[in-house]
């Protein structure tokens, strides 16, 4: 087998190994430990999420995008992720608005005139099943604790969020909490666990443990979460911006549920994976 080429993309730091399915069939078939392999930081390529852009399986849709955290393991969703697919689909067919399709739905996105993209994430998902969690609780105050994290707000954007409103999210130790949260018995499919409080009007700060990745430097999804989260607890409006590690997401909460997310793309740069990390010899 001859090596399979792939991009090295991020969003805000949030970084992914992209490979084309539609090209190299043979990602099409990766496996969780082969997943695992290649985002080893170590021994891999290194990234927090791989992406496979494939066939897509619907004719509205431009491309179908799979996702998997560093552990291996597949998601439903990625918003970083969804803006570089996006931005290579929008190369490739010479348009600004391109539909990406995911486990969880179709996806719009439109590349802006400063080289942003906003994606309709979709709908904000707030009852407790579609969280989910593991009983029936207003996922506006969810009741549990650790530490000085208490009364979570629950948010699925394609995916699982637990958002902690604190007075301080830099003082958080997440790298304490994170872990413990993100297996909690009330998240049958686990959490990503997002620490965030109030910097100005309509401004949030958030830092964030993702579910199989750990501390990243931006997260997407969980921006989209914590500016849904805010505008429930009448925090923030529907409109606000999300400060992360690795910079700002604009996100905003329609009034039909549906969550819009704007931010850059970035490519680092692009090579060829030896087989073996395919587990070929
Ligand atoms: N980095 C992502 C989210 C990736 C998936 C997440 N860790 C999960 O397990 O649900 C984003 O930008 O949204």
């Known amino acids: 087998m001859n090596g399979i080429s792939f991009i090295k993309m991020h969003g805000l730091g949030n970084d992914f190994v992209v490979f084309d399915g539609r090209r190299d069939s043979v990602v099409l078939d990766m496996d969780d430990a082969t997943a695992a392999r290649i985002a080893d930081r170590r021994t891999g390529v290194g990234c927090d999420q791989l992406v496979v852009i494939e066939p897509p399986r619907d004719d509205d849709a431009d491309a179908f995008m799979r996702i998997r955290n560093n552990d291996g393991s597949e998601v439903g969703a990625c918003g970083n992720a969804t803006r570089c697919v996006a931005d290579i689909l929008m190369a490739e067919f010479k348009r600004r608005d391109v539909t990406v399709q995911t486990v969880s739905g179709l996806l719009e996105a439109r590349g802006l005139d400063d080289g942003t993209v906003t994606v309709d994430m979709g709908q904000a998902r707030l009852d407790w099943r579609e969280i989910p969690l593991l009983k029936a609780v207003d996922t506006n105050h969810i009741p549990f604790s650790l530490g000085?994290?208490?009364?979570?707000?629950?948010?699925?954007?394609?995916?699982?969020?637990?958002?902690?409103?604190?007075d301080d999210a830099e003082a958080v130790d997440l790298e304490k909490y994170g872990p413990v949260l993100e297996h909690h018995d009330i998240f049958p499919e686990r959490a990503n666990i997002e620490v965030c409080h109030l910097m100005g009007?309509?401004?949030?700060?958030?830092?964030?443990?993702?579910?199989?990745?750990?501390?990243?430097?931006?997260c997407g999804t969980g921006a989209c979460a914590t500016g849904v989260a805010a505008a429930r607890r009448g925090l923030t409006g529907r409109k606000v911006d999300v400060v992360l590690d690795g910079g700002v997401l604009g996100i905003e909460w329609l009034p039909d549920d549906h969550v819009l997310m704007t931010g850059p793309v970035a490519t680092s740069f692009s090579g060829i994976l030896h087989p073996s990390l395919f587990g070929v010899h």
Request: hydrophobic letters at 45%.
């Open 148 to 166: 000085p994290l208490t009364d979570a707000v629950g948010v699925n954007m394609g995916n699982p969020h637990a958002v902690f409103f604190v």
């Open 201 to 218: 009007e309509n401004r949030l700060r958030m830092r964030v443990w993702e579910r199989g990745a750990g501390i990243t430097r931006a």
